[in-house]
């Protein structure tokens, strides 16, 4: 849907794209570690196993665990020490003791969280009852010991109704919590239950709200487990002072403007985790822990401590880029985050690509940048950005040489609204199917973006709309067009296990008030590529002239895609894409529709799937390939 298509494309190449990037960081930023990817080791050095030291006086021994419901067995054997460390024998007669006396908890505490309060375990060595086992008796002389584990799970208690309310007498309805009346009395049912319920009256400002008391009775005649709650609200609490420690050359009070954790507001623990996210999104913190004071301060205030541990500055990265569209490519960048103490960022890159691309023509792309970023100009919320850049493009569109100057804000209304607006400067030459041209472009592109998402690289559940707009005007051909851009997307989960999920995708664009060959060839809206229809090559499914692609006036985008998640690490993926550029400003006429269908694999990684999509194209442009192959890091949308 962007102009811009293809250098976007480009941070969403291949793993060998993020590998040479992270190799270089990494280098000079932390200490070596190690990377594997399809059990295959990309780079550092592989952790020594870690060798157990000899056990002194061991007591080996076997093991055996009987249950009366078969159900249950795996589970319990899952609890028990005894089974699950019997390759790593005890030290001494006490040491086998102990761990049996340790079992027999864990193993009465397991049948309470499936609700069973009337059964039993009983643990035997060598035929004893552990419990009369003598300490100084010697069970490591010869053969190994024989612990035997009978266990008679009982029968299903179910809740009573609950007796809950406060210490000051307001009642409280646990069901809401989790603990209902004639449901299975689950142990970690009423655990949970409390820590709902004291987060519940923390969230309400009640900052030393906690548990006084807790009853449990079981009823073995009516096998009901009654449950007698009893919370301590405490005082409403607001927040105290905010100290910062560890800071070395951030400015403690820029961290503290940036947490904004105003001194006699009421107490919120949302705002304490925004604040945290706030502060290890600046870059320049390791690690970041916000810690409250356990007792109320004058007036019922809570102290707040930021400890901080700093990172070092200055990071230098090199890679290597490869992608389906781009060819192969070579970056590097140098990134300070702290240049005048208050994590103002400074980012200098430059790349080259294109190598391979088209046939391995000689055509390449060049860029250079540097980008200044200021975080906390108009509150904590609001950073100021500003860009200088240089590039040379060249495309199936069109060949592109220019230098740009931005500066511009971007401001985070609430946790899913964000926005932003620019004023930018261009100037550029242009060879394109019209012939050479040269413009001075002066815009202020802006947009909204809410953002509900769970995660951004690879969503189950939310949705994305953005809106763009920017009016343009071109002070060497006194030419002036306003473009607009909106695109939603939206992701279901199928089932609870989060392993099928819908998502689909519809965008659409116009650029009023000027003709096409007045609009700039990259500022016109062009289709077909792995961020767009795929099937198609990058910028073709659109209008051409000669076989060149010229861009349109309008664009539409639709997609539909059904991801699988098949193991822990690997997926499936089947779409179908639809669209194309048109010739009209009215999105749809003055042009034909294109539709890709394919499927694609996912390998599941901590920073988001790496992508390989294969399209085909239903309507094929004559001279372009029959099907796509597009390489990515993170979901097609």
């Not at 809740?159 to 009346?181: H, K, M, N, R």
């Not at 930021?306 to 290597?320: A, D, F, L």
């Not at 930018?424 to 199917?433: G, I, K, M, N, Q």
């Not at 909204?448 to 005007?473: I, S």
């Amino acid at each position: 849907m962007k102009s811009d298509r293809r250098s976007m494309s480009r941070y969403r190449a291949t793993a060998i794209c993020f590998a040479g990037a992270m190799v270089a960081a990494l280098s000079f930023s932390t200490p070596a570690v190690g990377f594997e990817i399809f059990g295959i080791r990309l780079w550092g050095r592989e952790q020594p196993q870690e060798v157990a030291e000899p056990v002194p006086d061991a007591v080996p021994y076997n093991v055996s665990l009987t249950v009366d419901d078969a159900e249950q067995k795996e589970f319990l054997e899952s609890v028990s020490l005894l089974v699950t460390e019997k390759e790593k024998p005890p030290s001494g007669t006490i040491g086998l003791l102990t761990r049996s006396k340790n079992d027999k908890r864990r193993l009465v505490a397991a049948l309470f969280s499936v609700a069973r309060y009337g059964g039993t375990v009983n643990i035997t060595i060598n035929g004893t009852p552990f419990e009369e086992v003598p300490i100084d008796a010697v069970l490591n002389s010869g053969a190994p010991v024989n612990v035997a584990i009978r266990v008679e799970v009982g029968p299903e208690f179910t809740f009573a109704e609950p007796d809950a309310s406060t210490t000051t007498g307001e009642p409280i309805d646990l069901s809401q919590y989790g603990v209902v009346a004639g449901e299975p009395a689950r142990s970690d049912a009423i655990v949970e239950a409390e820590q709902k319920l004291v987060v519940a009256w923390h969230e309400q400002g009640y900052a030393f709200s906690k548990i006084a008391s807790r009853k449990m009775i079981a009823d073995h005649a009516s096998r009901t487990l009654e449950v007698d709650l009893r919370l301590q609200p405490g005082p409403l609490a607001i927040f105290g002072p905010v100290t910062v420690s560890g800071a070395e050359d951030v400015d403690p009070a820029f961290i503290v403007q940036q947490a904004n954790i105003p001194e006699g507001t009421v107490y919120s623990p949302k705002r304490l985790k925004d604040a945290s996210t706030r502060l290890r999104g600046l870059g320049v913190f390791d690690s970041v822990v916000i810690v409250e004071s356990e007792t109320p301060g004058p007036n019922d205030s809570v102290a707040i401590s930021i400890e901080v541990s700093e990172r070092k500055p200055r990071t230098i990265g090199v890679g290597v880029t490869a992608a389906t569209e781009d060819g192969i490519g070579a970056e590097a960048f140098w990134v300070h985050r702290n240049l005048f103490g208050r994590a103002e960022t400074l980012r200098i890159e430059g790349a080259v690509s294109g190598l391979g691309r088209n046939n391995f023509s000689t055509s390449l792309d060049y860029h250079v940048a540097a980008t200044f970023t200021k975080p906390g100009v108009w509150g904590p919320t609001t950073s100021f950005r500003s860009r200088v850049e240089a590039q040379i493009q060249d495309t199936d569109a069109f060949y592109k040489n220019s230098v740009s100057g931005s500066a511009g804000l971007e401001r985070e209304f609430s946790d899913e609204l964000t926005g932003q607006v620019d004023v930018v400067v261009e100037y550029a030459r242009f060879e394109d199917t019209n012939g050479p041209s040269t413009s001075v472009l002066v815009s202020i592109p802006g947009q909204l973006v809410l953002d509900t998402r769970d995660n951004k690289l690879n969503p189950t559940t939310g949705y994305r709309v953005l809106l763009f707009a920017e009016p343009t005007y071109d002070a060497y051909n006194g030419n002036a067009f306003f473009k607009t851009q909106g695109a939603f997307s939206a992701y279901r989960s199928v089932n609870a296990a989060d392993t099928l999920v819908l998502a689909g995708r519809v965008a659409v664009g116009s650029i009023l008030g000027a003709s096409l060959t007045d609009v700039p060839a990259d500022r016109r809206f062009y289709a077909g590529g792995g961020g767009s229809i795929r099937g198609y090559e990058f910028q073709h499914a659109g209008p051409r002239v000669g076989g060149s692609p010229t861009g349109g006036l309008s664009v539409i985008e639709t997609s539909v895609e059904a991801r699988y998640r098949l193991t822990e690490n690997f997926g499936l993926a089947a779409f179908i894409d639809g669209g194309g550029a048109f010739t009209s400003s009215t999105p749809g006429q003055g042009g034909q529709w294109f539709t890709g269908v394919g499927v694609g694999g996912r390998y599941l990684t901590p920073v988001g799937p790496l992508r390989v999509d294969v399209g085909v194209p239903l309507n094929k442009i004559s001279g372009d390939p029959d099907f796509g192959i597009y390489l990515g890091l993170g979901q097609a949308f």
